[in-house]
């Protein structure tokens, strides 16, 4: 769908008679002031004509939604716009003047960043926990949601607290997410994907000392043969889990290792929740540990015969 200013049809050679004549017969759709299309636009081709007239637009609320894929998009379409920009109210849209320009490329369309597109909802449920999770997943994705928490005012950031106590942040997998929130249900403030030292592990808790890994024998088991690629990568994964957890004993944590099978059994869940509860809390009332002279802080992959 083709998308014109005024000021833009005007250069073409038509006009103003000729474009309220063409609007007079279809051949043109006045969107809003200004704004035309060759036809009536839905969806994301309104605001695709919006952005056309106003480049600075970042979109929020339930149009950013609907971008995202939480819903349809609806008239008016809502954004942000500079605040040296003047905010404009018509049946097509509403645009407000905003400092806050921190935003996500969605489809080729602006749109406010997912933490903020969140707030702006007040939306808690289900789908609210999965969206965040999902948008702020893997080993960076705590990072990128603690830069755009920044760039939020503080009543945005309060209005997520309701879907942050059931949201897990930075998580890899839906199987760490379940058994995080196990564990803080227990009481306990776990982080996943958390760095110590040169390594990663699955989860971490810093005030118990604790660290523990969700592995599934297909990406950390040893076999190596006949796998081609997939067993040279197990291969190597293998043996940095080895050194991973000498590094945690020689640096002072504690560390425990489970599969997705033991995961997947009620009574085996149970006893590795139960372990982890333990371990947090021996750890805790002892004095803090100690490193053991001559630990190597610097990962495998940097001296191991194979790699180094």
């Known amino acids: 769908m083709s998308h014109w200013t005024t000021k833009e049809l005007l250069r073409d050679g038509a006009t103003k008679h000729d474009i309220a004549r063409r609007v007079a017969t279809g051949q043109l759709y006045r969107l809003s002031r200004g704004l035309y299309t060759s036809a009536r636009p839905e969806g994301r081709d309104a605001l695709k004509a919006i952005v056309h007239q106003y480049p600075a637009t970042i979109?929020?609320?339930?149009?950013?939604?609907?971008?995202?894929?939480?819903?349809?998009?609806?008239a008016p379409a809502t954004g942000l716009v500079p605040g040296d920009h003047r905010s404009i109210s018509t049946p097509a849209m509403t645009l407000t003047r905003?400092?806050?320009?921190?935003?996500?490329?969605?489809d080729g369309l602006p749109v406010t960043t997912p933490a903020a597109t969140i707030a702006a909802l007040g939306r808690d449920d289900l789908t609210a926990v999965k969206f965040l999770e999902r948008h702020y997943d893997g080993l960076k994705g705590a990072d990128r949601f603690a830069a755009d928490l920044r760039a939020m005012r503080?009543?945005?950031?309060?209005?997520?607290?309701?879907?942050?106590s059931r949201a897990v942040i930075g998580a890899s997998s839906r199987m760490e997410r379940l058994f995080i929130l196990d564990l803080r249900r227990k009481g306990l403030d776990v982080i996943p994907n958390f760095r110590f030292g040169p390594?990663?592990?699955?989860?971490?808790?810093?005030?118990g000392t604790t660290l523990f890994d969700l592995d599934?024998?297909?990406?950390?088991?040893?076999?190596?043969?006949?796998?081609?690629?997939?067993?040279?990568?197990?291969?190597?994964?293998?043996?940095?889990?080895?050194?991973?957890?000498?590094?945690?004993?020689?640096?002072?944590?504690?560390h425990l290792q489970y599969t997705d099978s033991c995961l997947a059994y009620p009574d085996t869940r149970?006893?590795?929740?139960?372990?982890?509860l333990s371990l947090v809390e021996h750890r805790r009332s002892r004095r803090h540990p100690e490193a053991v002279p001559g630990g190597v802080n610097s990962g495998v992959w940097t001296f191991h015969g194979e790699w180094g």
Request: charged fraction near 25%; proline fraction near 3%; aromatic fraction near 10%.
């Open 59 to 74: 979109f929020t609320g339930h149009t950013a939604a609907a971008v995202y894929g939480l819903g349809s998009v609806s």
């Open 98 to 106: 905003s400092r806050q320009r921190r935003h996500r490329i969605v």
């Open 154 to 164: 503080p009543e945005q950031r309060a209005a997520l607290d309701s879907v942050l």
């Open 199 to 207: 390594y990663t592990w699955d989860g971490g808790i810093p005030d």
């Open 216 to 254: 599934s024998y297909r990406y950390h088991g040893p076999h190596k043969e006949d796998m081609g690629d997939m067993g040279d990568m197990n291969h190597r994964t293998f043996v940095i889990d080895r050194w991973k957890s000498n590094h945690a004993e020689m640096f002072g944590w504690g």
């Open 270 to 276: 149970a006893h590795a929740l139960a372990e982890i």
